[in-house]
């Protein structure tokens, strides 16, 4: 880390001394424009493109080790760094290969998984979130973090769908802004990731994905389109799979037409690792910066081949030859100029902080804002422990760090509280916490050279396992039970998908039989998947804890024990059955060559309510430790026109006795539609915290814009003027209140 900032820093001053002796013209003093950060960002990037060769500027394009990309020392241009994302900063990989580096100062923060940051609908989280992981990057002196990820929650068996927002366009889009902003401030680029379509890890690099343009722009699009639009993000990543028939990292109608043109896109496309196929098809349709490319063009596996990168040695033949324009090239070096001014070269941003108290108390309140209280009967949470002596604690989930593993979002942190830990913390001497593994998971503890340092080898057999937790769950006051998923191949991990929606390792059975043994049990999740569970009328309580990062034990001991009351949300469905979700009853997975995304518009909960089916939980659903009411609901008028805007108004009070927070989702219906559309569509959400008793008013603006469909004849937003309705609620099957809206 310190040599390569003195490296910068040498750089910089050679440049400055060599532009000095050229003669060249200076924007002030000896400064050249492009040195001059008191000039305008575009002059600057030209001032140094007209300076670039023809070799220079290709060798902006490709990588040069396995996260860095050239530079242009000879006028002090450094080198662009990337990192992966999204939960924290990946450990150093020695220069060519995947295996560590053996550093001693490359731990991070683990902040919690983004299906756990979705589950907040706090965009102050997201924020929180994004600054905190910038600072952490920026200390790290990485210009360019390979996050966030935005890909629509498809399938529960997707392996990377912990990395994402969830299923819901909209909530993915509100809370993607905050995070690239807050990223951005700290002078790193958040790269959003994987645009676009990229729905499975399951053949994602060979999956041809046929999906028509309504559900392009309605459902897998707008993430991406408010990341670059509102978010201002400086890079995005393309994805594995193909789209109609070409590879996402080199797209025409992805990349040139759709992010570059309509969406005015004035950053840097960056391939993701091997993504890159074919240098003529990497030159015209997109591509800026290519990463990670697995050949020399002939070979797997080639060691420092970076000048045979299709975006190196290749192209620049082809310009050598007259058989390419530099068109192209110019582009894409202004764009990765734009980048590096923006970061490397940006000497106003700040130094950052790595493992910081701050970043852990962020990451803590992130993991306890978005656990999500799935059931509660009966009051089994939170614990009380002035009535409970004993508390047994069961699952191998308990004890498991969860930060190594998973695929690129792997890390290696300086400190990870597992439940059991945060828990026992919590509890002190109140009472007697007992630990029964119950069942035997994954007991790896190693991922690309980053090892846990836990022994999880298990001595006992399964039953017996299972008898021993049943006959300790007999003589307690009360039993948590912490299990769910984990970072294991085949489970919520890059790479692969899952191969079932129920539990793994026998878990269904450990669950039921501690339910009949005490009946003051509650489960416990850590997992980015929906699982099934059908045991669910035998157990009181369900939480859904999620990856909860460094801070896991401690967040989820915050929310047992009520410190901490509840207001996470589901940010997709948890269906009964893999068969009630859309892809896998009217789609296609995962498809032989091709993918067809037959369901179209109707993914998640549209898909649920288009069919009636009865969800195990519904999209926004979360419970509290206490009650609330939406009351007084009313708009400012009750048509709207093309240019209007519409302000709706709810009052929301805390019934109970205890504070907390509440999320009022405001969702619109077509109701005279000429062509299909869902039932209802998340439109607005508001989080309101509120004192035992309190009240509060909540207010959402509604533009015309929000009862738009995508036409696929005219390629345009458009509104078919009629009957519409405003439903207001606390999930997508809990609507409270409902107002007539007429669109002119």
């Known amino acids: 880390m310190k040599t390569k900032t003195y490296v910068k820093g040498v750089a910089a001053l050679c440049a400055l001394a060599a532009v000095a002796c050229t003669g060249v013209q200076q924007s002030r003093g000896d400064v050249a424009v492009y040195l001059d950060e008191s000039q305008p960002l575009e002059k600057r990037v030209e001032d140094a493109l007209s300076r670039l060769t023809l070799e220079e500027k290709v060798g902006l394009l490709h990588a040069q080790s396995k996260f860095s990309s050239a530079g242009v020392p000879r006028l002090g241009i450094p080198e662009v760094w990337c990192t992966d994302g999204p939960h924290g900063i990946r450990p150093e990989v020695l220069w060519d290969e995947w295996d560590q580096a053996g550093w001693t100062n490359d731990s991070c923060t683990a902040f919690p998984a983004l299906t756990c940051l979705a589950a907040t609908w706090n965009p102050e989280m997201s924020a929180l979130y994004g600054k905190s992981i910038g600072e952490e ?14 890909n629509i929650y498809r399938t ?53 994905v046929v999906v028509d343009d309504r559900a392009l722009h309605e459902i897998y699009l707008p993430a991406f389109k408010a990341a670059v639009q509102e978010g201002g993000a400086w890079a995005i990543m393309g994805a594995y799979n193909k789209y109609k028939g070409e590879h996402c990292c080199h797209n025409q109608y992805l990349l040139n037409d759709i992010l570059k043109r309509d969406w005015a896109f004035d950053g840097v496309v960056i391939s993701d690792w091997g993504g890159v196929h074919d240098t003529r098809e990497a030159i015209f349709k997109g591509l800026d910066m290519e990463f990670g490319t697995w050949t020399d063009g002939l070979n797997w596996g080639a060691t420092n081949a970076y000048g045979n990168y299709y975006l190196a040695n290749p192209y620049l033949e082809l310009l050598r030859k007259g058989e390419v324009g530099t068109g192209e090239l110019d582009d894409k070096a202004r764009r990765v100029l734009r980048l590096i001014f923006r970061t490397a070269m940006n000497s106003r941003k700040p130094f950052g902080s790595l493992c910081s108290p701050e970043h852990n108390a962020a990451a803590r309140r992130i993991a306890g804002e978005g656990m999500v209280l799935l059931k509660n009967d009966g009051g089994v949470l939170p614990v009380d422990l002035s009535k409970t002596k004993k508390l047994l604690v069961v699952g191998e989930n308990a004890v498991k760090m969860m930060t190594v593993g998973g695929g690129s979002s792997s890390l290696k942190v300086k400190h990870e509280c597992t439940p059991l830990e945060g828990i026992r913390a919590a509890v002190g001497d109140k009472a007697e916490v007992l630990y029964e593994r119950g069942y035997v998971g994954d007991v790896t503890g190693d991922y690309n ?54 539990l793994p390792y026998g878990q269904d059975a450990v669950i039921g039989a501690l339910a009949e043994a005490n ?20 157990v009181p309580a369900v939480l859904e804890a999620w990856y ?6 401690n967040a989820l001991a915050d929310v047992l024990f009520g410190a901490v009351n509840p207001s996470g949300k589901l940010p997709f469905t948890f269906p009964v059955r893999l068969e009630d979700c859309s892809a896998h009853s009217a789609g296609e997975y995962p498809g032989e060559g091709q993918v067809v995304y037959r369901d179209g518009i109707f993914v998640g909960y549209r898909w649920i309510e288009k069919e ?36 709706v108004s709810a009052d929301v009070t805390n019934t109970g006795g205890r504070a907390g927070a509440e999320v009022v989702q405001l969702y619109i219906g077509d109701k005279l539609s000429s062509l299909p559309r869902p039932v209802k569509e998340l439109k607005g959400f508001r989080k309101t ?24 004849q005219t390629h345009a937003w458009r509104v078919n003027p009629g009957d519409f ?14 107002l007539p809206l007429i669109a002119k």
């Open 725 to 738: 309705e405003i439903l207001l609620g606390t999930s997508s099957a809990d609507i409270r209140h409902t």
């Open 689 to 712: 915290e509120l004192a035992p008793g309190a009240s509060q008013v909540v207010e959402f603006e509604i533009a015309y814009r929000d009862l738009a469909y995508w036409c696929d």
């Open 156 to 208: 529960p068996l997707n392996g990377r769908n912990f990395e994402y927002m969830g299923e819901d366009p909209f909530l993915s889009a509100r809370m993607v802004v905050p995070y690239v902003q807050g990223v951005q401030q700290n002078g790193v680029a958040a790269c959003v990731k994987h645009f676009a379509v990229n729905n499975q890890e399951l053949r994602r690099h060979e999956v041809d």
């Open 449 to 502: 050279g980053v090892v846990t340092g836990q022994d999880l080898s298990e001595g006992r057999s399964g039953a017996q396992l299972l008898a021993d937790a049943i006959a300790a769950a007999r003589k307690v006051d009360a039993v948590v039970f912490i299990g769910g998923l984990n970072k294991g191949d085949h489970q919520d991990s890059e790479g692969a998908d899952r191969l079932q929606l129920g």
């Open 137 to 150: 990057a920026r200390y790290r002196d990485k210009d360019v973090l390979l996050g966030p990820g935005v």
């Open 612 to 647: 009636r089916i009865e969800p195990l939980f519904a999209f926004g659903h979360g419970l509290s430790y206490t009650t609330f009411d939406i009351a007084n609901v009313r708009a400012d008028r009750t048509s709207l026109a093309t240019t209007g805007r519409l302000r």
């Open 548 to 553: 909860s990062g460094s801070e896991a034990g």
């Open 519 to 538: 009946p003051n049990l509650a489960v416990v999740f850590v997992s980015g998947n929906a699982v099934a569970m059908p045991w669910i009328d035998r």
